[in-house]
């Protein structure tokens, strides 16, 4: 079993930055990509970036160019630092580990103001 801990959500008016983190603990040897997705109400859940275990990263469309995702491997943990913050960017972001299964942590809410 893989346990996820996010945290760094928050509110934040539009143009701001947030920094998340998500912690990885319990059957983490081999774990080789982290990342983070999001989901708001009414909207299916979306990649916003994943990160390997050799720094390669990958974002969805929408946050490239303003969010950066970033790992430590001896932390066991990966950060999204998030600026130049929309509305649109408002929902629940999850940290995802595929490792056999895929799991998931509870989410931290971002929520954006105009």
């Known amino acids: 079993q893989v346990q996820l801990v996010e945290s760094g959500g928050g509110v934040v008016q539009a143009g701001g930055s947030l920094r998340l983190s998500c912690v990885a603990s319990?059957?983490?040897?081999?774990?080789?990509?982290m990342g983070w997705f999001r989901q708001a109400p009414g909207k299916q859940r979306e990649l916003v970036a994943t990160?390997?275990?050799?720094?390669?990263?990958n974002y969805g469309d929408s946050v490239k160019g303003r969010f950066t995702v970033s790992r430590d491997n001896a932390k066991n943990t990966v950060y999204l630092q998030m600026n130049s913050l929309k509305p649109e960017d408002t929902a629940v972001y999850l940290c995802?580990?595929?490792?056999?299964?895929?799991?998931w942590g509870r989410g931290t809410q971002v929520t954006v103001s105009s």
């Open positions: 995802n580990v595929p490792l056999g299964q895929s799991y």
């Open positions: 319990g059957r983490i040897s081999g774990i080789f990509v």
């Open positions: 990160i390997t275990s050799g720094g390669i990263t």
